[in-house]
């Protein structure tokens, strides 16, 4: 079986495609769509089949009055009655829907007028008109079958009036025998509707046996979520199919030795900054600097050993932890030991690690091989043998190398193991004191379409034993294969003698751009010159505040709501699953329809 994180993003690609297709423009640029396909489309379809100007007069009138002015009818008629206060639904939705619709009512009446022209077949324009209702009608019902939560009466209404208005104008514009339109029009209604709610009852009906709740709740809540940025509906749904859990939280605070006033705080957790966007704890790496940062404090929340089962399903969770991590900054434990920086390899791995009073922090990476997040059992299994030696420790995934999603090899996992081991095995404390600055940055607006969350870039740098080693974390989904190395030598050259480069694995950037993982990794759309060059400068902000700093740590467990592997493997793949079974339907159904259509025409 897939790792979680593979198997979540494989599955949630094609839901990020679609809500893209789904980011409409204005009302205005919308309306002026409709009418300028309404007219072209109509006076071209009447201008080949009879190239005079009345023609083009025909055809105009034809646009506005069979699909421009119902479809805007229409649309009003929704949004302040039928479907009213229907997420996620609105009038500018409407508008496209209706745009989408006569679009492709228009391009069937085209080529059926070349029909016309060419094969002597079909009456213009009455029969191309009517064979494009066996595809308007199935398209507007399972729209509105989808998403709607109105009756389904109310739902029934909303996919027949514009074409029932539509038709009704034809027939009016059209000398034509009324059986013959109105008939087409019941057969094209019985075709969409009839199999429409079968489909729907059986999803409905396998999602509450293997899902517990209703899927079409979850898609639309889905898409409200993606659309509005309201995620009240989509974390209501993750907390019934969520399970009860405990994540781990530790803690490392460093004070100034010269006023006793925080400077710096690293955070790290097992949580997993997802699933997407503002739902659950995918802002949480951001959430937490934001609560405890000050002009004089930064904030380090690195991404922890976690999977995508270890998503927070609600903001009442991220408010838990936060809150864990207050008790947790009175509360923590003293001590002022430290150690140098280290760097194990194994093979493809590499751990470092560094001792700060009671905590030993690692940091994991296979760079620049690919790496996705680690598993949470080879966490579980270093922490243990860590707990061994030492108070609390904090693992870290660096999360810094992807170009493509992969599943970790036995031989890769073995070896972060390994190399895990000897550095705990081989840390040991070298003395008291040790100095440290700070600095933050902001990477041209922290754009999440560029690939960076809001949380920026944060520097951690410490000096110890004549040692400089820079801690950088990026608020961002991984990082482009290779500019980890680059930005180590770069920092070399400025007389850095190590560190890492990670990111927080914030889900904020996802499902935003149309790439190849969903996402743009930190560095694939910023020039990585200028990256390397802002580093080193904040780097060099951090050096100009070094001083002596006294540490303290602690470590507490915080009970939570998380998706859980179980919830997460059925979730994804029954929305998958039906996904293909309604793209199958759909195809099929209009398949079957038009041929209908077209036979009762010839």
């Not at 299994?381 to 660096?398: L, P, R």
């Amino acid at each position: 079986m897939d790792h979680p994180s593979v198997h979540f993003i494989g599955r949630m690609l094609p839901y990020y495609r679609f809500t893209r297709f789904l980011a409409f423009p204005s009302i205005s640029i919308l309306l002026f769509q409709l009418i300028a396909t309404s007219i072209i489309g109509c006076l071209l379809a009447f201008f080949l089949v009879n190239p005079v100007f009345s023609s083009v007069l025909h055809g105009i009138v034809f646009g506005i009055f069979v699909f421009f002015v119902p479809s805007v009818l229409v649309d009003i008629i929704a949004s302040l009655i039928l479907l009213k206060d229907d997420p996620p639904f609105s009038f500018r939705r409407f508008l496209a829907l209706s745009l989408f619709s006569c679009t492709t009512w228009i391009l069937i009446i085209i080529l059926g007028t070349i029909g016309h022209i060419q094969l002597d077949i079909f009456v213009f324009p009455q029969d191309p008109f009517l064979i494009g209702l066996f595809t308007i009608i199935p398209l507007r019902s399972i729209v509105v079958f989808s998403l709607s939560s109105k009756s389904n009466l109310r739902k029934i209404i909303f996919s027949l009036l514009q074409p029932l208005i539509s038709t009704l104008t034809v027939s009016f514009l059209v000398v034509s025998k009324i059986t013959i339109i109105w008939g087409a029009f019941i057969l094209a209604t019985t075709i969409s509707i009839v199999p429409l709610i079968f489909l729907l009852r059986f999803i409905e009906r396998q999602g509450k046996r293997i899902i517990k709740v209703s899927p079409m709740r979850i898609f639309k809540a889905f898409l409200v979520d993606w659309l509005d940025r309201k995620n009240e509906m989509f974390e209501a749904f993750l907390k019934e199919i969520g399970i009860e859990s405990e994540i781990e939280v530790t803690l490392i605070r460093f004070d100034s030795k010269s006023n006793s006033k925080m400077k710096g705080i690293i955070v790290i957790s097992n949580f997993h900054p997802g699933p997407f966007l503002n739902v659950g704890s995918s802002m949480l790496p951001y959430l937490i600097q934001n609560q405890f940062e000050t002009k004089s404090i930064a904030v380090f929340v690195p991404h922890g050993i976690s999977g995508h089962e270890n998503n927070l399903v609600s903001q009442e969770d991220n408010t838990k932890v936060i809150s864990a991590i207050k008790t947790m900054l009175r509360d923590c434990e003293p001590s002022n030991i430290a150690s140098v920086f280290k760097t194990i390899e194994v093979g493809s791995a590499k751990v470092n690690a560094q001792i700060f009073g009671k905590c030993l922090l690692l940091t994991l990476t296979q760079s620049p091989k690919d790496m996705e997040d680690i598993p949470i059992e080879l966490g579980k299994e270093v922490a243990s043998m860590a707990k061994n030696k030492f108070k609390h420790v904090g693992i870290i995934d660096s999360h810094n190398c992807i170009d493509q999603v992969k599943m970790f090899s036995e031989e890769e996992l073995n070896n972060l193991r390994s190399a895990a081991y000897k550095a705990i095995e081989s840390s040991s404390a070298t003395g008291t004191k040790i100095e440290m600055g700070v600095a933050k940055h902001n990477f041209e607006n922290d754009n999440p379409r560029q690939g960076v969350g809001p949380g920026g870039m944060r520097v951690f740098l410490f000096k110890n034993s004549d040692q400089l080693i820079a801690y950088i974390l990026i608020d961002a989904n991984n990082m482009i294969k290779g500019l980890r190395e680059k930005i180590l030598t770069s920092l070399n050259d400025i007389g850095i003698d190590g560190g890492e480069i990670m990111t927080t694995d914030t889900h904020v950037v996802n499902g935003l751009v149309r790439a190849k993982l969903g996402y743009y990794p930190f560095g694939e759309i910023l020039n990585q010159d200028n990256i390397v060059n802002s580093i080193k400068k904040t780097v060099k902000d951090a050096q100009e505040n070094l001083e002596d700093v006294t540490i303290c740590s602690s470590s507490k467990n915080v009970s939570v709501t998380s998706l859980g592997s179980r919830s997460l493997e059925n979730l994804t793949s029954f929305m998958y699953n039906i996904a293909r079974l309604v793209v199958r339907y759909l195809g099929i159904l209009l398949l079957v329809s038009n041929l209908i259509g077209i036979a009762l025409f010839i």
